[in-house]
Structures are given as C-alpha cells and as structure tokens.
C-alpha cells in the first residue's frame, strides 16, 4: 500500500509520474523529487494520474491559451517559466501570496 502525495490517499495502484523538464518544480511543490538523471518524480494514485492527464489534454489542446490587451494589465510579470501580464489588483495578489508586499512592480507603457 501506498500513500498518494497529491490526495493523500491510500492506494495499491499507485505509481511514480515523472517528469523531464528543465523548469525547478520544487518551486511549485516540495512533493515533487529530483531524481538523480534530472527528472522529477511524485509518488500518486490512479484518480490523481487521471487528473494531471485530463489537465494536460486541455493544456495540449491549446485551452489555456490567452490572448489578452486589456491596456490595464501593464505589468510584465515571469510565472512559472513565462509572462503574464497583470494589472495592480493582480499584481498586490501575487507578491502577497509570494510574501513580497509592497514591491514595487515594472511597467509597460
């Protein structure tokens, strides 16, 4: 038996996803394992697979794609390996949760 990093359940099926990419993904989750070829890993069970697999059909399928110019979102911010663009509300949001308050934030235009 073992316990599902993600959901926490208990589970005979589960497996070890991993993943080659070149982004440090500790930094989206201490659960995830380096591995020592580059990797990374994280221990799960088949209910928590099938849901990183749905998000990743939707992602492939392009859904997640934005194309926004709203001139109020001038703020060039790097997330996860790109740009998002953000407005002041949105970028308060975001150095909160980073423990960044009040920074300060570049601007476009």
């Not at 995830?32 to 221990?43: C, L, N, Q």
């Not at 975001?94 to 009040?102: D, L, Q, S, Y």
Request: aromatic share 8%.
């Amino acid at each position: 038996m073992f316990t599902c990093q993600v959901c926490g359940a208990d589970d005979q099926d589960a497996h070890t996803l991993t993943l080659s990419c070149l982004y440090n993904l500790s930094g989206i989750s201490d659960k995830f394992r380096k591995e020592p070829d580059g990797s990374w890993s994280i221990r799960t069970c088949k209910d928590c697979r099938g849901n990183f697999l749905a998000i990743l059909q939707y992602w492939v399928e392009g859904n997640f794609a934005e194309v926004d110019s709203r001139p109020d979102r001038n703020i060039l911010v790097r997330v996860h390996g790109r740009t998002v663009m953000m407005n002041t509300q949105e970028w308060e949001a975001h150095t909160a949760r980073r423990g960044e308050a009040g920074r300060r934030p570049h601007r476009l235009g």
